[in-house]
């Protein structure tokens, strides 16, 4: 069938305007039994906790799919299908990774298993691996769960944003062979800039480290300058797996599907060796998924962007305005807000206490960091902002009554 031809979506529009369609997000219809996010907490409750949008996918995402079924649904490209591996070669370039060779693509069934992969392969049990704190919780979770030890270096406040402590991260990278990077950085929802990633790259290079860069909410940014990947400099090309996927930038985390991906190809088929017969392989229909958002989703996406650049400003101005004494850094990419909420007599159950009385679900801040830290971080949450303007400011008017 040409593109012509397709008939066009059921659900949605071709031409959409976010503002009035995301506007019509209904609880009701969010909350049906396959959804974790809204299915939870139960019904009442709004649901800012885990990292999914309340957004309807993208309807060319939604036509490749229907017509990917009508193929029926056999083994789909094991080895890596090429033409998604030709789609990334040339969306990767564009953030650094430029010359990336066919075989430094290995595809996982998700972002998560590429973490353990490489903390299975480039590390020992009982060695230290070092990342920086409070981080995406498989991170810590992948190190302590594979018997290594987490040589953590904890972001600190800087002016006006989270800054890298680097006499910390200097100890950390001492004691590991292994680097876990988060860039841009869920929960504090920084872009690492190039300042920041030259000087990354010269503690790399100094410790001789090898490094795993999740670099998977690279394309929601409010930053508008480029995406620069932490292996943009080719001298970092040898010691660096990146990890990405589609499921934040296109909301499809039910199809999971991510990517491991490196210049050096030897590195690569030695981090798939270890983890061989255990990571499966992705579907057919996520395969197809992610082919259609590259090729076809850049509009939804940038609509998208911009509405949740919109929520990201509510919420900003929300917060000045009415609770003043909350700390937060506005957002620079991502969908997560990381806010500081230790002035609150409650900072100690700050998450069951939004739940009961605000009946707002969020993170509790202490889940992003390794238990000898969790007490640091009580009062911290971590809430997502990628839904209706309507939920949004219902929500923040929930919490704003019950915090007061
Ligand atoms: C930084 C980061 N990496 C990985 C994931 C999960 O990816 P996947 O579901 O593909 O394993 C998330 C989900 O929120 C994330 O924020």
């Known amino acids: 069938m040409t593109e012509a031809q397709r008939p066009a979506s059921p659900v949605l529009p071709d031409a959409f305007h976010p503002d009035t369609f995301y506007g019509a997000l209904d609880p009701v219809k969010l909350a049906h039994a396959d959804s974790l996010k809204w299915t939870l907490y139960g019904e009442g409750v709004i649901p800012m906790w885990v990292a999914d949008m309340d957004f309807p996918v993208a309807p060319p995402i939604l036509r490749a799919l229907q017509e990917r079924l009508e193929h029926g649904l056999g083994y789909p490209q094991l080895m890596g299908d090429p033409r998604l591996i030709e789609a990334l070669r040339r969306k990767l ?3 650094g990774l430029t010359d990336l060779p066919a075989e430094g693509f290995a595809f996982l069934p998700g972002v998560v298993p590429g973490l353990y992969m490489a903390v299975n ?43 890298i402590d680097w006499d910390a991260l200097e100890a950390a990278a001492a004691r590991s062979r292994l680097l876990m990077l988060c860039h841009p950085h869920n929960p504090t929802g920084r872009v690492w800039d190039s300042a920041e990633l030259t000087r990354l790259r010269d503690l790399v290079r100094r410790h001789d480290l090898f490094v795993i860069s999740d670099e998977l909410h690279a394309d929601l940014r409010f930053t508008g300058r480029p995406f620069e990947s932490f292996a943009a400099d080719p ?11 589609p499921c934040k930038a296109y909301n499809t985390a ?18 798939k060796a270890k983890a061989a017969g255990l990571t499966g ?23 998208t962007v911009e509405y949740l650049r919109g929520n990201r400003d509510l919420l900003t101005q929300f917060l000045t305005e009415r609770l003043p004494w909350v700390k937060f ?28 009385e605000a009946r707002v679900a969020v993170h509790n801040g202490p889940i992003f960091v390794p238990e000898a830290e969790k007490a640091d971080y009580q009062g911290f949450i971590r809430l997502n902002f990628a839904t209706s303007r309507a939920l949004l400011t219902e929500a923040l008017e929930r919490m704003a009554r019950a915090l007061a």
């Open 93 to 95: 370039a564009g953030n």
């Open 235 to 245: 001298a970092m090309r040898e010691r660096t797996l990146t990890v990405t996927g």
């Open 281 to 303: 392989h992705p579907s057919a229909l996520s395969i197809t998924m992610w082919r259609a958002a590259l090729a076809e989703g850049g509009p939804w996406l940038t609509q």
């Open 329 to 356: 850094f506005p957002v620079e990419a991502t969908y997560l807000a990381w806010l500081d909420l230790r002035a609150h007599p409650r900072a100690g159950d700050i998450q069951a206490f939004l739940l009961e």
């Open 121 to 163: 392969a480039l590390s020992e049990p009982g060695q230290p691996v070092a990342t920086m704190t409070p981080v995406y919780h498989p991170f810590h979770l992948a190190i302590t769960d594979l018997g290594r030890e987490v040589a953590s270096a904890p972001l600190r406040a800087g002016a006006d944003r989270w800054e």
């Open 254 to 271: 039910g199809l999971g599907i991510g990517v491991l991906v490196s210049h050096n190809t030897d590195l690569l088929k030695r981090v």
